[in-house]
């Protein structure tokens, strides 16, 4: 039976809710009820902790130097007030954390500790909607998006393909008080230009060949809900018409005759192309135009917001392995720079398919590195790459890609000088050089640098105090 990853709770008095109870398929959890925190155990790989009040408690600021790169995720309720910069900022003080709503879906195993200052709240909560709201551009985003949410007006979802415009339309209608109501995602680009209106906007029995009962059609089946119409700009003239009559008149009229249906839906269009311009070439209706661009939301492309990267990339590690039944892998530091510096002309949806490509072809080693993203490389020129965005920490050392390589390093080192040498110092260094290596690609994380090299915890940590690794651990801690 495989081993849980351990999630350890700091709820500081507050009510579990029996969520650890829900947790339970996914996490080994432990709970600290206490109104104030106790350090978790060793082996914990994500410390969860409830946030009260506007500082963490100086017990929890004093055990940050004990627990090192451990992951830490702040929860809040659902219903609590948003925190203003302020006080995310001090709670932000602890290092490495992540922020989220406590709720029925576990956290999510293989969260990894994040460089750099606190993202904002709405970042976290972008998360619940399938969003990464790190950079300014997509803060952009979120906020229109709520703002429409707000509401009934149409919106249009402009971008690059590949940018998540249906992530985004599938957001709106979450937030909104229509949520659980319907949701009808309809891709123009896809149904032949015969047949359009009558997916659209229905038929009654006989209007054609085939119509041999009355079909109520897509605009009917998202009543009460929201219909997102992809690919916008494929539909022809005579389906934009009929369109247009129903963002103006709220009602559908059936091919084939028949009483027009009043419909109340929220219409959410998508395009990624320059709809403006085929106004001005005859081939979109200026009218209809105007009726769909209510509320516009620009998506950036992914190489405009390249601190993202990173994030969407574990986002997609963890979902990946999900699906295909994998344990969460990890992804070596000196990848973050190298996802940074890409083109990523197929956006968002590039960059899921590298992922999942990586996790499928790496079996079961636990550890992506640079040269399992080399396929991409093959595809961009020198000069397509971005300049990269921060330098490769000088304390991260590359690990081997396989274990298959390790003979390799320890060739090197088996040419006996003429001077003779000390083989169990040789040994020893190496095994110091190694076990570093293993700590500095999980982040400190013993448990799973033990796996990496095929040790018990137990055995990491004997050989940990018998190479008097302790200090140099500290010591690499305090100059990163």
């Not at 909607?129 to 790190?134: S, T």
């Amino acid at each position: 039976m495989a081993t849980l990853p351990r999630l350890h709770w700091s709820t500081l008095g507050t009510n579990s809710q029996g969520l650890e109870h829900r947790w339970s398929h996914v996490w080994d959890v432990s709970v600290d009820r206490g109104s104030a925190p106790a350090l978790p155990p060793r082996d914990t790989d994500l410390w969860v902790v409830s946030v009260q009040g506007e500082w963490p408690p100086p017990e929890l600021l004093r055990m940050m130097g004990e627990v090192g790169a451990l992951p830490i995720l702040l929860a809040l309720e659902p219903e609590a007030a948003p925190l203003s910069p302020k006080v995310l900022a001090e709670w932000g003080t602890l290092g490495s954390v992540r922020w989220g709503l406590l709720g029925a879906e576990p956290p999510m195993p293989g969260l990894r500790p994040r460089s750099g200052v606190t993202t904002q709240l709405s970042a976290g909560q972008a998360l619940q909607y399938g969003m990464v709201g790190v950079s300014l551009r997509m803060q952009e985003v979120l906020t229109r998006a709520k703002a429409a949410a707000a509401v009934r007006a149409t919106v249009l979802l402009l971008g690059e393909s590949g940018t998540g415009k249906e992530v985004v339309a599938r957001a709106v209608h979450t937030m909104s008080p229509e949520k659980a109501e319907a949701f009808v995602p309809v891709h123009c680009g896809a149904i032949p230009e015969n047949l359009i209106e009558s997916e659209l906007f229905g038929y009654t029995k006989g209007a054609f060949t085939d119509a041999r009962k009355d079909t109520p059609g897509k605009f009917r089946e998202a009543h009460g809900g929201t219909i997102f119409l992809d690919e916008v700009g494929t539909m022809p003239l005579s389906a934009q018409v009929r369109l247009l009559r129903v963002l103006q008149e709220k009602e559908v009229q059936p091919l084939g005759g028949g009483s027009p249906v009043k419909v109340d839906v929220r219409v959410i269009a998508a395009t990624n192309q320059d709809l403006w311009k085929m106004v001005q070439e005859g081939k979109f209706r200026e009218d209809l135009f105007y009726r769909l661009e209510v509320v516009p939301i620009q998506l950036p492309p992914l190489r405009e917001r390249r601190e993202e990267v990173p994030f969407l990339a574990q986002h997609f590690l963890t979902r990946k392995a999900r699906e295909h039944g994998l344990y969460p892998k990890a992804i070596h530091p000196s990848v973050d720079a190298l996802l940074m510096s890409l083109p990523w002309p197929g956006n968002v949806r590039q960059l899921e398919n590298a992922i999942e490509r990586a996790i499928i072809l790496t079996a079961t080693r636990p550890v992506l590195t640079r040269e399992d993203f080399a396929f991409l490389m093959d595809r961009t020129t020198t000069d397509q790459l971005l300049p990269a965005p921060s330098p490769i920490p000088s304390n991260v050392v590359p690990l081997s890609t396989s274990q298959s390589e390790l003979p390799s390093l320890a060739a090197t080192m088996t040419e006996l000088p003429p001077e003779g040498m000390d083989l169990n110092q040789v040994v020893s260094d190496l095994e110091k050089k190694l076990m570093l290596q293993s700590l500095a690609v999980t982040r400190g994380n013993k448990k799973r640098a033990a796996e990496l090299l095929g040790l018990k915890r137990t055995t990491f940590l004997e050989k940990m105090k018998r190479l008097e690794l302790e200090e140099d651990e500290a010591a690499g801690a305090e100059e990163g």
